[in-house]
């Protein structure tokens, strides 16, 4: 039998993700040390919800429970969401992620990982931040990415 992930990763049941080859503090090749998903985009939370969501309308469609597992992280996304709207939240996470001209040089100014989790995690200072996400240590575009968090905060009135 096989098991397929939210993001169409595939393993036979009998072989679990190994977490082993993974740590998110730790940056190789430039990339999040995220193991076999390191190339895999990072879904913030109400991405996450969005899909849950859908997963259980059609499996209600077909008069089907959605699995315990996926019922509980229904309810720890709708819990612990930071942005309300999912569209909005898209579009954050671009703005996040969009190319900046550094010295005549395009660069992103951080990594997927770290985006989707400054989405989840809305720090409120770059230090804060820092502590939150080791990976942006040393990044020299931290404050502007914290301070186009403020924005979101006060346009969607779900997050504290």
Known sequence: AQAVWLSGHKTPRSQPFRVMDADAAQVVDG???LGELKKKPGMHLTEVE???QQIDRERRAIKRDAPEDARRTLEYCKKF????NSAGAGEAKGQLLRLINVEGKYVRRCRDFEATQLLNLMPVTA?????LIPTLEG???LEDLVK???PLKEFDPHVD
């Open 31 to 33: 990339m999040v040390n």
């Open 50 to 52: 969005r899909l849950l």
């Open 81 to 84: 969401k930071q942005l309300q």
């Open 127 to 131: 230090d804060e931040a820092r502590t």
């Open 139 to 141: 990044n020299r575009h």
């Open 148 to 150: 186009e968090l403020k």
